[in-house]
């Protein structure tokens, strides 16, 4: 039985679009004030880019706040003031503004290759627009793009490989057999969004992100599906 694609409609573009970054430098950018899904984000695609062989690095304007900074890791980070341009395209995660990356950055780049966020509001101001308005999170967004496409999660992107741990992908790392049922893929993959937007999260909103209202709607539909896998507050 063929794996069901939770993106169907937009993770084989995502692949393609990865791919055409293969000869780029990317810098992937958040907004400022950063929040948890913010930072994680950009930790997320910076690892995934440099896994897949392509030299990214992450960028904010503002420091990344101290109760995240361990989630961080060994990813390359560097503030605004202290980036200097080399031939980078510009990737944004979690910015329905391209104005909230700041002056600076928006300076930097006045063109974006690649958009990737959550939010209604986005402008899509992007060459290439990844904006899933159903999904509460650009972690879940991206959740499901990693699993639909069968991409490797090293220990860092997982948080301490508790996504691995998660929806029992500690061997393959990964949800990539055509011979797994449609239940066992659902299942990992709501498996690891809750352990993913945990990770991304939990730092600025606790364990309950599916139970407080306004910081993940609790009636959006990954807030209804995760919920048993999610810790208890």
């Given at each position: 039985m063929d794996t069901k694609k939770f993106f169907p409609e937009q993770s084989d573009r995502f692949a393609r679009v990865l791919g055409?970054?293969?000869e780029a430098k990317v810098a992937v950018i958040g907004h400022f004030r950063p929040d948890g899904d913010c930072i994680?984000?950009?930790?997320?695609?910076?690892?995934?880019?440099?896994?897949?062989?392509i030299d990214a690095i992450g960028l904010n304007r503002d420091p990344v706040p101290a109760n995240l900074q361990a989630f961080v890791g060994d990813t390359p980070f560097q503030l605004a003031d202290d980036f200097t341009p080399d031939g980078h395209v510009a990737l944004t995660v979690d910015c329905a503004d391209y104005k909230r990356v700041g002056e600076r950055l928006?300076?930097?780049?006045?063109?974006?290759?690649?958009?990737?966020?959550?939010?209604i509001s986005n402008k899509e101001?992007?060459?290439?627009?990844?904006?899933?308005?159903?999904?509460s999170a650009?972690?879940?967004?991206?959740a499901g793009f990693i699993l639909d496409n069968g991409y490797t999660i090293d220990a860092t992107t997982a948080q301490a490989r508790r996504l691995l741990r998660a929806?029992?992908?500690?061997?393959?790392?990964?949800v990539r057999s055509r011979s797994s049922s449609a239940a066992s893929a659902r299942a990992a993959f709501l498996a690891a969004s809750a352990e993913l937007i945990s990770s991304f999260s939990a730092f600025s909103?606790?364990?309950?992100?599916?139970?407080?209202?306004?910081?993940?709607?609790?009636?959006?539909?990954?807030c209804r599906l995760i919920s048993p896998f999610l810790p208890t507050a």
């Open positions: 055409s970054l293969k994680g984000s950009i930790v997320a695609v910076t690892r995934l880019l440099r896994g897949l062989g928006a300076a930097f780049f006045p063109e974006v290759a690649v958009n990737i966020d959550h939010h101001y992007g060459k290439e627009n990844f904006v899933i308005a159903e999904s650009t972690a879940e967004v991206l929806g029992r992908v500690t061997s393959s790392h990964s909103f606790g364990p309950a992100i599916c139970r407080s209202s306004g910081v993940i709607r609790p009636s959006s539909r990954i």
